[in-house]
Every structure is written in C-alpha cells, then in structure tokens.
C-alpha cells in the first residue's frame, strides 16, 4: 500500500509535511507539491510558505521517486508557471 500526499495542502491544514514524509516512509514514491502564501493561497513553486528543502532532504531515505507540481491557479499562465516551477527545481539540482 502507498500513500500519495499534496505536501501544500498537509501545511495548509496545519501538519509537517516533512512528519508526514517520516512516517510513511517507504510507501511515498510519489508526491504532490504545491505551494502557499502565508494567506494560504496558492503560488508558484518555491515562491511560497511550504518548505520543501527539507522534504528535498529526506527524499531518498523516505524513497520519494517521483514529484508532482500542482497548480489550480496562476499569476500569469500554466506556460509560465511551469517554467518557474523548471527553474525551481534546476536551481536545487533536482533535474
């Protein structure tokens, strides 16, 4: 069995992420993020309240294999949302 949880929405509700990561470790391989404003609104990647840097941390020793940006809003558009999402993840040396 394995868990597949949006990291935005565990921090939106109150919980660590990072805790949720520990817990269920080894049944994770695929997680959602998304980030928030400290209102709890949605924005692009990295540009929020959500720290993934330490999920990014735990990742192979929790056996997280896969990541999956989500994004129902956007400041300009979807184009250029991935984009920054991209340079997100480029800028950490994550692809």
Request: no cysteine; hydrophobic share 40%; glycine share 8%.
């Amino acid at each position: 069995m394995i868990a597949e949880f949006d990291r935005g929405w565990v921090y939106v509700g109150g919980a660590d992420p990072v805790d949720y990561v520990s817990r269920y470790a080894g049944r994770v391989p695929l997680v959602h993020i998304k980030d928030f404003r400290a209102d709890h609104k949605e924005t692009d990647l990295g540009m929020g309240q959500v720290d993934f840097n330490r999920i990014f941390d735990i990742a192979d020793q929790a056996g997280i294999l896969y990541y999956i940006v989500e994004e129902e809003t956007y400041a300009s558009s979807s184009l250029e949302s991935a984009k920054l999402s991209l340079d997100y993840f480029r800028k950490l040396n994550l692809v």
